[in-house]
Structure formats: structure tokens, C-alpha cells
């Protein structure tokens, strides 16, 4: 058996600078997504919401139409619900509650360029067990993207989440999903795993972009997908928190793409410790 060889995008500085106008974006739009989360919103409320302002700013959104194993995805965003990890369909039905959490999920296209990021936030009060899942989730998050270093692997990666997470307690995290190269399309290689070896897998070089995104269980790692083709829930029924940049690798370190407040002290505050 062949294996199919990796195809990975390399953008010039000029590319990446159109990439972060499209970031921008969808960091905007989650910021205007999470203000308006609280009991009694549907996740189609808020899907609403980021369609209006990604389009009414230049924008295309990412996810409509993305193909699926039955049905193309028809929304803006994903909004994922407590056991729901990633990729559930907002529904006019579906009401928060206070104590849920939901991940939200949002991509756009600006100009042909992709950005893609997501967010855990809590509905009103959460205990702090679950708490404690969103910081350890988020911080998994930067850990990642501060090891997205010219030079560094895949695995460099994949470890520096898996090892923070493991330090935290005893949280599950999610396998069969991850990070991807993101560019002219949203989902590119290499696939970028949540776990990793140091060391092991492709060399990240100036030029590369990726969307790292841990998804962390507050139980058990395993997962489920539902009858819709879409919806991935943990295996035991327990909270689940996503959270996922656009990064940019350069040569003098990491650019956060999708983030409002430029990362660049945090990540280097990370990798000088």
C-alpha cells in the first residue's frame, strides 16, 4: 500500500497577510457570537448572527456547503453543546441553559483566503470542574501554537497539547479529529494531531499556516457520530470544550491569525519557560 504524499501549502508573507484580514473576521465574529451566548438563545440565533456580519463585512462563510457523508453542512457555524465535541448543526430548537457550555466553530473566506477558529464559553454559571476543562482546553490551545516553530514537527505539536492536558488531571482528549494546513481552501494538509512524539512526523517550515485546535473531554476520549453525518459526542456522555487558532509560522516565530489581541508575548512568554 502506497501512502498518498502530503501536499502542504507555503504562503508568502504577502499571502499571509491576506489570510489575516480573513482572520480578523472570524475573530470578530466570535467575539460578537460569545456576547450574545445566554440561557434561552438558540444555536440558531447565533448562527444567524455570524452570517449577517461575515457577509455584511466582505466575507463568505467557510462551512456552507462543505461536503458530507449524507448531506452538505448548511450552516455558518458549528455549535456544539456540552457532550457535542465538534461539528453539530445549529437548530432553532436547541435553547441554552444555564450551566451548559457550547463550542462554537466559525470559518470565512476573504478575497479566496481562509481563516478558522473556535471558542468554548459558558452559559451562565458552570461548576468548576468544567471550568477547569475551558482553561486547560484554551491553554492547550497556545501551548500548541507556541511549538509551531520553524524547524519543530508535527509531533513537536501534537505533544506539547497532549503533554499539558495530561499535567492538568485526568482529561480525555480527542484522537480521530484535529488541526489542518488551511489556505486557499479550509481544510488542507497535514492533519495535525492533538497528541504526539517530539521529534517524529513533517518539519514545519516558514510559510506554512494551520489551524490547531484541541478538543479536550472532561471524561473519557472516546467518541460517537450521530445519524446526521455530522455530529461528533463523547462516548459517555460528558462535557467536551474545543478551542482552535489560525496560526502562521514565520521565521521569527508564530503569528496568531484569528486572534483580536496580537499573541506574540504570550507565545514567546511560553517558549522562554
Not at 508564530?254 to 514567546?268: F, K, M
Request: proline share 6%; net charge negative.
Amino acid at each position: 500500500m502506497f501512502r498518498r504524499k502530503m501536499r502542504v501549502q507555503v504562503k508568502s508573507p504577502e499571502q499571509i497577510e491576506l489570510m489575516r484580514v480573513a482572520g480578523r473576521l472570524v475573530g470578530e465574529t466570535l467575539a460578537l457570537v460569545s456576547a450574545a451566548v445566554k440561557p434561552g438563545v438558540s444555536t440558531k440565533d447565533l448562527d444567524r448572527l455570524a452570517e449577517e456580519n461575515i457577509r455584511s463585512n466582505g466575507g463568505i462563510p467557510s462551512f456552507i456547503g462543505v461536503p458530507g457523508p449524507i448531506t452538505p453542512f448548511p450552516a455558518t457555524l458549528c455549535t456544539s453543546v456540552n457532550e457535542e465535541i465538534v461539528h453539530c448543526i445549529p437548530r432553532d430548537d436547541k435553547i441554552l441553559r444555564d450551566g451548559d457550555i457550547i463550542s462554537i466553530d466559525c470559518g470565512a473566506i476573504v478575497d479566496g483566503w481562509h481563516g478558522d477558529a473556535a471558542i468554548t464559553v459558558p452559559v451562565g454559571e458552570v461548576t468548576p470542574s468544567v471550568q477547569k476543562l475551558l482553561d486547560v482546553t484554551e491553554e492547550s490551545l497556545w501551548r500548541g501554537m507556541a511549538a509551531c516553530l520553524v524547524g519543530a514537527t508535527l509531533g513537536d505539536i501534537g505533544h506539547a497539547i497532549e503533554s499539558y492536558v495530561r499535567s492538568q488531571g485526568r482529561f480525555g482528549i480527542v484522537e480521530g479529529y484535529g488541526g489542518h494546513g488551511i489556505g486557499t481552501e479550509m481544510h488542507m494538509d497535514p492533519f495535525i494531531a492533538n497528541v504526539g512524539q517530539p521529534g517524529r512526523g513533517m518539519k514545519v517550515g516558514p510559510g506554512m499556516v494551520f489551524a490547531i485546535e484541541p478538543m479536550v473531554n472532561l471524561g473519557k476520549p472516546g467518541t460517537d457520530e450521530l445519524e446526521d453525518g455530522w455530529t461528533v459526542v463523547t462516548e459517555d456522555g460528558k462535557y467536551s470544550a474545543h478551542f482552535e487558532h489560525t496560526v502562521a509560522i514565520t521565521e521569527s516565530g508564530p503569528q496568531v491569525l484569528t486572534a483580536l489581541e496580537d499573541g506574540t508575548a504570550r507565545i514567546a512568554k511560553l517558549n522562554a519557560s
